[in-house]
């Protein structure tokens, strides 16, 4: 936009409404400024102005000009069809983009250079420190978790630290930035902080250095008595309700509200908080509570739900509090649930009670934690069976509330892979070394501060063993029919792996599951200086895409082991064994999944309907609020899930019979 100096005119028309300039040779305005709609305006420093023709429209129809009234403005540059009103003290060196109204509000102002909170440090996991994390604008779940966990590779960390550095360094500035259609409504006080297009804030209380990456596809907004301090806010983020933050990284779609309290944390995709407390966690994707008295404390989780009143504790504090703790993905927490810092949580998990000894589960995913009389009991793979856990993998996908186009967080939603599966693998070795160690008729086993029961046990190598079966022969499945094949030779090629990455074991990166293999070799490049922070998350981005290439290395490995050869070896009863042994797994788990949902419509689950009238009138009130078991959506979905995977199983079959 070319600017120009105000005529002598145009300095008398707005000293007349009330304007002053401690040097209007220092106000440059458009060409077609109006000067009409700047009224009781005091300018000092460098001003441009634009030029102010539209009307704005406010919620309930109330129209208003655009335009600067009753304000004062310090080195400031104001864009076109803005609206300023009533600054109660003033607005100091910021560039207004566009059509942004502002108005009621305390001050808006940059002090000096900032990087608006690109760079923070931020003591995740151990409020004593050891694993900051510099945050910055385009951190992504992934990278975070190499910072947070990769401390022992101490020559990329340092690596890593000097490319964030420089960004931060690239982002600092003079001069904030308020872009393009902003709405900042009611607010208090706003220091160093860069507002992206299309942000709303609306009776916020404070905000002081930290960057808002709004934009036109995934606006942010900010509501009534927040306060956010030394922050990084990603694209289409919620936060309201006197919400506290400081110290974080918020991610793509998350949302706060009801005056939850975070602090020292990093929150990834689509995490919600409701009421209560984080300090010092890493939040993965989805991680949500929604509960006042719920505490989440100096741990890793992702795609968890915490219950009311789950609290962890790290009481090791005669050196500071060194603790930490790990609950992988998939992990819930009952109410008024316990773990006692440190404690590994296996994927899938359910944790119940109190639990004061330092469990370690990891090898025994999908499993029930449950306190008995102050003791921790281990129920191996029972979650396996439970609609909660099919429900929860169904509606993640469907509750990604990330709009932008430029998705920081590669998630993986998948609840068998890999990174479950070899899990699983690993599961069974254990309880087969328990039985082995103790003795078959050994009634309670003990495994890493926890017991299991004898009949535990064993029903958790059977489910091991069936969700096993269902992965390999998923994989199986999906590898057949993306070739044409007739005969055994054309079948053996095409099970043929596309290259040997994906051999080995597996890693959750915060919701990108990979082959430590790629992430080792990731690592090796940075500490070599190959690569640059945009082409890591390139690397990052290709390992997501080449997911399920990877996969079938891994599960073909497995296959070798299941049946005792070589792909190249490998005969059709062996394939279509392996297959029938899937169809019978699905079936199964399926019909676990069924008999669970029946539970939600048993009589008991009808106590409290009907609460005047006789047991009928009761199912009958019950069937209008909940419907009947059979034609509940989720109940319907697990019976058409049997009827087509055994239709694909036997179609497999069917071709593999015709192979010659």
Known sequence: MNYRSLTAQEIAQLEEQGCKATNWSEVEVAEAFDARYVRHTNFSGHNRLGVYGKEIELPGGIKIHSGIYHAMLHNCEVGND?????????IANYHIGDNTCIENVNAILVDGKTTFGNGVRVPVMNEGGGREIPIFNELSASLAYILTLYRHRPKMIHALEQMIDAYAEAQASEVGYIGDNVRILNCGSIKNVKIGDFAELTGVSRLKNGTINSNEFAPVHLGSGVKCTDFIIASGVEIGDSTLVDKCF???GCIFDKHYSAGESLFFSNCQGMHGEACAIFAGPYTVTHHKSTLLIAGMFSFMNAGSGSNQSNHMYKLGPIHQGVAERGSKTTSDSYLLWPSKIGAFSLVMGRHTHHADTSDLPFSYLIENQSESYLV?????RTVGTIRDAQKWPKRDNRKDPHKLDQINFNLLSPYTVQKMWRGRE?????VALSGENTEVFGYRNCKIRNTSLKHGLELYTIGIQKFLGNSLISRLEKSEW???EEV????????EAGIGTWVDLAGLIAPRSEVSRLADDIEAGKLSLEAIQERLVAMHAHYYSYEWSWALEHLEQVW?????DVTLEQIKRTIIEWQEAVVGLDRMVYNDARKEFDLNSQTGFGVDGDRSQAQADFEEVRGSFESNSFVKAVLEHIATKTALGDKVLEQLEQVQ
């Open 82 to 90: 803005a609206h300023l009103y009533n600054i109660h003290n003033y």
């Open 250 to 252: 918020v991610g793509q």
């Open 380 to 384: 191996p793979g029972a979650n396996l």
């Open 430 to 434: 254990v309880l087969n070394e328990l």
């Open 486 to 488: 007739h005969t055994l």
């Open 492 to 499: 053996r090629k095409a099970l043929q792996p596309d290259s």
């Open 564 to 568: 005792g050869c070589k792909v190249k």
